[in-house]
């Protein structure tokens, strides 16, 4: 009755877990998912209650982010399996990278399973605990991966130590833009939730006549992307950490996240055929989401028009940005073409 169209390896499942106590919680991942996708989904999207602020303004795609559809009546019955484990992978940075494009295109994955909303453990509620950190994470079963996205990790001093201390064995997650990009749609974002706010020109500068860029505004300080890293790279080698370009999770997201799948040890099984180029939003979108057999793209917060910056504006920050970029991409090995 859970589903008119269940495979007989379904069937043959729930016969056995009628007759054998106990047999529920030890279903592999791979029966689980052979009696799944008649129903749309393998894996329901796990739900974490928390509150955002993005400069003062409570950004909405942090405190409500965008999640697939509630989970097929089948997944809903093989949810209570599996055990809560303290994330083995962690995305854990920037801002307005592009991490919850990464993050939904990920769930897609029978192999990972994520908390949708954003923890904000190592920089916020650290004092609340593992126990109270490992409580918030979704059951897995054996062979899956446990994951989170919590963006400002990667700008929080306390945190590389914090994940450390918790497992050196921690794999990182890093989606990287354009910083001058990443600034104005950091602003953009402010600006939806406090209309009122200055300019982007007048909040670039300390002095707009000497040129001088403000680094303490958050907006400019997290896209210093190389002198976050060094803080990270005193805690972790580089080869524990993966650096996406937030442009090719929108140009090219399927290598993309052939590259992220690779890095998680991970079975290539987001491929093509899952995503859609959305002409009117600007970026990808997948055919089917986690937990549901219709298309799913990002919400209305996601993919804001920008409004005008002063073309000189734009170049001095070019300009403020190319050593920390060139110096970034001689630490990650990696040139990402922002010059």
């Not at 509620?125 to 994951?147: C, E, F, N, V």
């Not at 992307?225 to 524990?240: G, M, N, S, T, V």
């Amino acid at each position: 009755h859970l589903c008119p169209q269940l495979s007989s390896c379904a069937v043959r499942l729930l016969s056995l877990c009628g007759q054998v106590p106990g047999l529920l919680a030890r279903l592999s991942s791979q029966d689980c998912e052979e009696a799944a996708p008649a129903c749309g989904g393998a894996h329901p999207t796990p739900l974490a209650a928390g509150k955002e602020m993005a400069e003062g303004a409570a950004s909405t795609e942090e405190r409500s982010p965008e999640a697939p559809d509630s989970p097929s009546p089948i997944s809903s019955f093989f949810s209570g399996s599996g055990s809560k484990q303290l994330p083995q992978a962690i995305i854990i940075g920037v801002k307005k990278g592009g991490t919850r494009a990464l993050l939904e295109f990920l769930r897609v994955h029978p192999d990972v399973r994520a908390v949708g909303a954003e923890p904000h453990f190592f920089d916020r509620s650290y004092d609340k605990g593992l126990a109270w950190y490992r409580d918030l994470m979704p059951r897995t079963l054996d062979g899956q991966i446990t994951m989170e996205k919590t963006p400002s990790y990667f700008v929080t001093r306390e945190a590389p130590a914090r994940i450390s201390a918790m497992s050196k064995d921690t794999k990182l997650i890093v989606v990287v833009r354009d910083p001058v990009t990443r600034a104005i749609s950091d602003y953009t974002q402010t600006l939806s939730k406090r209309p009122d706010i200055p300019t982007f020109e007048s909040l670039t500068f300390k002095n707009r006549t000497t040129g001088l860029i403000d680094t303490s505004w958050s907006a400019i300080q997290i896209g210093i992307y190389a002198k976050h890293l060094e803080h990270w790279l005193r805690h972790f080698p580089i080869r524990q950490m993966l650096f996406v370009s937030g442009e090719r999770l929108i140009s090219d997201p399927a290598g993309e996240l052939g590259r992220v799948q690779d890095f998680l040890g991970l079975k290539r099984i987001i491929t093509d055929k899952h995503f859609y180029f959305n002409k009117t939003k600007g970026f990808p979108c997948l055919k089917k989401a986690e937990g549901s057999s219709r298309p799913h793209c990002l919400g209305k917060t996601k993919g804001r028009t920008h409004p005008e910056i002063d073309r000189e504006v734009v170049r001095r920050l070019r300009e403020f940005y190319r050593p920390f970029n060139l110096k970034f991409y001689q630490m990650t090995g990696h040139d990402f073409g922002w010059d």
